[in-house]
């Protein structure tokens, strides 16, 4: 086989086989493929495209390119989430302890975010003592026994993905549905998902600008899914404003407390429910989405999905008692309010610009050296349908410095507010078959 007449293929509009693409991605993780024709291939599948079962193949050949975590001795079926990234997302520190206290597996490897916020394992680490690196064994031996386990990624997980990812930033070839879907299918894959709950974020701060786009990767997705033999379910979100109050690590720890309560934010909560059922009837404990809705709130009414939450947090070496009391949490040193600049109703959040806007004090890394600043971040007070006056104060600044009038100038300049504004929808769709 040669590499130079499967870019030719694959150009002329054919499909590879399964055999072609596993030549292709071994050659290029074991470097005998060089990196201009593995450009030149993304290039050819951007233009070109790849049908589902292609997107399959590729799938299993990123997934099967580095190590792969074995979660079989975890008993049950293990369901994983993936969100394509968003503002103030803080639906997996809500979701694990919410899905394991309905007695479902929640195994879960999380990343470091780069840019606005934290990823998962940086809101975590804004619990003290928190320790997220477990060695296989604990990490299963922790799930058996808690139902629940959140682990920083470790290990050479999908190096083909990383070396493509990487070169398809520098070719333009990044945005490929095929190349995206197959991207995100076998980190989870590799990580040991049996079943893939995908929220699909669409507007501003999210990857995909328009619902057409985002529900075209999330079929995409389900049916590769499908053809791997990994049931796979997505909801299509919302990121046209940032998800809930908090943006901010130890502001949405605070804020997943409340929801696991009963009293967090309403997109938040919502959100939850419908990523949270569809885990559950992926996991096989119910048999509907609604029926799973009525276990999770249940759950919540009863305390024991906090209770859940305070025993996951001590199974992984953290003080609990922020628990009962949130002022335990790393706290700024200043709060300052940023106020509306008119009378009306906020039409728009630029959701990016407020993640920037949490950056810029330290709540995310620009760069992989910077060091992030649990305490600091924004609580939003006021979302899109929501009526204000001049001189409210729409946003909290959590601050360690004193000055911050170029957060307020940026808030400021992210809002749009107008004559009227209708609420906006949370959910666009749903995909729950291939
Ligand atoms: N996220 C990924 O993991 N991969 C992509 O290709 C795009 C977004
Ligand atoms: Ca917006």
């Known amino acids: 086989m040669r590499m130079v007449d499967l870019i030719t293929k694959k150009q002329a509009g054919n499909a590879l086989t399964e055999q072609e693409i596993y030549f292709i991605i071994n050659g290029f993780t074991d470097g005998s493929i060089p990196d201009y024709q593995m450009s030149a291939f993304a290039m050819a599948v951007y233009f070109v495209g790849m049908t589902e079962e292609e997107a399959g193949f590729l799938t299993m050949a990123m997934a099967e390119s580095g190590d792969q975590i074995d979660l079989s001795a975890i008993e049950g079926i293990k369901v994983d989430k993936h969100s394509t990234g968003g503002v103030g997302d803080t639906t997996t520190l809500v979701l694990a302890p919410l899905v394991a206290s309905c007695d479902v597996p929640v195994a879960k490897m999380s990343g470091r975010g780069l840019g606005h916020t934290g990823g998962t394992v940086d809101k975590f680490e804004a619990i003290k003592g928190f320790k997220y690196e477990l060695s296989t064994e604990d ?3 922790t799930v058996n026994k808690h139902k629940v ?5 470790s290990g050479n997980l999908t190096p083909a993905d990383k070396k493509l990812y990487a070169l398809r930033d520098v070719t333009g070839t990044v945005q490929s549905i095929p190349l995206i879907a197959s991207s995100i299918m ?3 894959i590799a990580a040991g998902a049996d079943a893939i709950v995908l929220d699909v974020k669409v507007g ?3 990857f995909m600008k328009t619902v057409e786009e985002a529900e075209e990767l999330a079929r995409t997705m389900v049916r590769i899914g499908n053809h791997v033999n990994r049931k796979t379910l997505a909801v299509i979100s919302n990121m046209n404003q940032p998800l809930g109050w908090a943006v901010g690590n130890a502001l949405e720890v605070q804020e997943a407390v409340e929801t696991l309560r009963g009293e967090g934010p309403e997109d938040l909560t919502q959100l939850c429910y419908e990523l949270g059922a569809r885990m559950l009837v992926a996991a096989e404990k119910v048999t509907s989405i ?9 759950k919540i009414a009863s305390g024991e999905a906090l209770e859940k939450f305070r025993e996951f947090v001590v199974s992984q070496g953290g003080d609990a008692s922020f628990v009962d009391d949130t002022s335990l949490l790393p706290q700024a040193q200043y ?7 008119t009378n009306g109703f906020i039409s728009d959040w630029v959701a990016n610009e407020v993640g920037e806007a949490a950056m810029w004090l330290g709540a995310g890394r620009a760069t992989k050296e910077d060091e992030i600043d ?15 006056k001049q001189g409210d104060n729409i946003v909290t600044i959590y601050s360690n410095r004193e000055n911050v009038d170029d957060v307020i100038a940026k808030l400021q300049a992210a809002v749009t507010i107008s004559d009227s504004a ?3 929808p949370l959910i666009y769709e749903t995909i729950d078959q291939a």
């Open 149 to 153: 386990a959140v682990v920083g990624q």
């Open 204 to 206: 501003d701060g999210a």
């Open 186 to 188: 076998s980190k989870k």
């Open 422 to 424: 209708e609420a906006a």
């Open 139 to 141: 990490f299963i031996d």
């Open 335 to 341: 709060q300052i309010p940023v106020p509306a600049l």
């Open 374 to 388: 649990p305490a600091v971040g924004l609580m939003i007070h006021a979302k899109v349908g929501d009526a204000v």
């Open 290 to 298: 609604e029926e799973g809705k009525e276990l999770l709130s249940a």
